[in-house]
């Protein structure tokens, strides 16, 4: 299985700063077509996750561009250029390359 | 607006069945493949299971293979879970999702499994 390793684990932000998450994948979840089967999640309290970002940099409909995905390889960050109280939650890491499909830990996100 | 409601889960004893339903609405279900994705309270997210556009295709956990069936009637936009010989540590938030990896990724609010005596 292709093991999703997020850091950190948790973090507390301040209204307006900015915020990075990396995920490191134990393989590439580079697709032969040229795709990145990588996605990241948001998953606020008490509510399901939602997709944030897929391919590893495509936002996805109606996502804030205040959040943004990059990387190659095995390494992927999501940021998040100005956090807003409403970003609180649990964001997650995601590879659909090969099942079973693999997820981080999840990384919390407080605000100060 | 895209919908998906999961119904079917509740309290069940361990070794028993139960069957999860997730109607589809808002979209064309038979057009996406389809993933369920469980959360023991407290815990991460697990992916269980998936089944391709007309059913022919699919993949299930480790955990669950042999168990658990997942199907669909496209006819009336429904995905399903037969889940069977549950056992305590399938507890938890079970999810629906279209489309998991894919830019139309959606999941439903979900349907809680207490496996328990």
């Known amino acids: 299985d292709i093991v999703m390793t997020q850091s950190p684990i948790s973090l507390s932000v301040t209204p307006g700063e900015p915020a990075s998450i990396s995920c490191r994948s134990s393989q590439s979840p580079l697709h032969s077509n040229g795709k990145y089967f990588f996605d990241w999640y948001l998953q606020k309290p008490g509510q399901p996750p939602r997709l944030l970002i897929y391919g590893g940099s495509y936002r996805a409909s109606g996502v804030p561009d205040r959040f943004s995905g990059s990387g190659s390889g095995t390494d992927f960050t999501l940021k998040i250029s100005r956090v807003e109280a409403e970003d609180v939650g649990v964001f997650y890491c995601?590879?659909?390359?090969?099942?079973?499909?693999?997820f981080g830990q999840g990384t919390k996100l407080e605000i100060k | 607006d895209v919908q998906l409601v999961e119904s079917g889960g509740g309290l069940v004893q361990p070794g028993g069945s139960l069957r999860l339903s997730c109607a589809a609405s808002g979209f064309n279900f038979g057009s996406f493949w389809m993933h369920w994705v469980r959360q023991a309270p407290g815990k991460g997210l697990v992916w269980v299971s998936r089944m391709n556009t007309d059913g022919r295709i699919t993949d299930y956990a480790d955990s669950v293979r042999g168990r658990f069936t997942i199907y669909r009637d496209n006819a009336k936009d429904t995905l399903y879970l037969q889940m069977s010989s549950l056992r305590a540590e399938d507890t938890a938030v079970y999810y629906c999702i279209r489309d998991l990896a894919g830019r139309g990724g959606f999941w439903g609010q979900g349907t809680l499994v207490t496996v328990s005596s």
């Open positions: 995601m590879q659909g390359l090969e099942t079973p499909y693999t």
